[in-house]
């Protein structure tokens, strides 16, 4: 079955770019999004990739996919402590639905 | 534009009660609402998938006659926890999308914290 892996923390300083990465498993073509989740909130969609594509761009962010090692990043150029949160990769599941397959989830922390 | 609105934020009861949560799609008909639950530093668990007028679809191991989904317009669908226990205290979030198919975002609400004493 689809499986969708994440690391779990990532530490930058503000002003620096912050790249969070992600594998995915399923080898149909599929869409792959990127939340953030902000403490005590629901998710907020960034931006989402289909899988025939190698690159995303939107403002400061910026999603990578290599699709041979099915494995996804978001960079976030010019991180602020604003950005502090918990971002999530998801995957849509095969078959053409919308239904995700979330990852656990990257803690982003930006200190000065 | 793609506003979810989920009401209420927070709520607390008696155990036994049920807790009726509140999913809303703002500036869009949503003709798919999925209902999720999160437990503390964990990811998200999808609970049910609900289309416009049709029953829920309820994932592995969700009790549907404890967890009642309603999604009769396409712009609110309802979860009521039913007798509520401690242990269906979670935060609950809910996101709507104009239809099932992959390149129909979801969007999200900001959660509701269910706390039963």
């Known amino acids: 079955g689809e499986d969708v892996e994440q690391s779990l923390f990532l530490s930058v300083r503000e002003g620096d770019s912050s790249v969070i990465n992600c594998t995915y498993t399923d080898s149909s073509s599929t869409y792959l999004y990127w939340y953030k989740q902000e403490p005590g909130a629901g998710l907020q969609l960034l931006t989402y990739?289909?899988?025939?594509?190698d690159m995303k761009q939107d403002q400061r962010l910026t999603v990578l996919l290599n699709k041979k090692d099915k494995h996804l990043s978001l960079r976030i150029a010019d991180t602020q402590t604003g950005d502090s949160a918990i971002y999530f990769c998801a995957e849509s599941l095969s078959g053409g639905y919308n239904k995700l397959i979330f990852g656990a989830g990257t803690r982003l922390a930006v200190h000065p | 534009g793609a506003v979810v609105s989920q009401h209420p934020s927070w709520v607390i009861c008696k155990s036994g009660t049920s807790v009726k949560i509140e999913c809303r799609s703002l500036d869009f008909q949503a003709t798919t609402m999925f209902w999720y639950r999160q437990f503390p530093k964990q990811s998200l668990m999808l609970m049910a998938t609900s289309n416009e007028g049709s029953k829920a679809t309820y994932e592995q191991g969700v009790e549907k006659d404890k967890f009642l989904i309603n999604h009769a317009s396409l712009t609110l669908s309802t979860l009521t926890v039913t007798s509520a226990h401690p242990e269906d205290s979670s935060f609950y979030i809910c996101?709507?999308?104009?239809?099932?198919?992959?390149?129909?975002?979801?969007?999200f609400g900001d959660g509701t914290r269910l706390s039963i004493l």
């Open positions: 996101s709507a999308s104009t239809g099932p198919i992959q390149n129909q975002p979801q969007h």
């Open positions: 990739i289909f899988s025939n594509m």
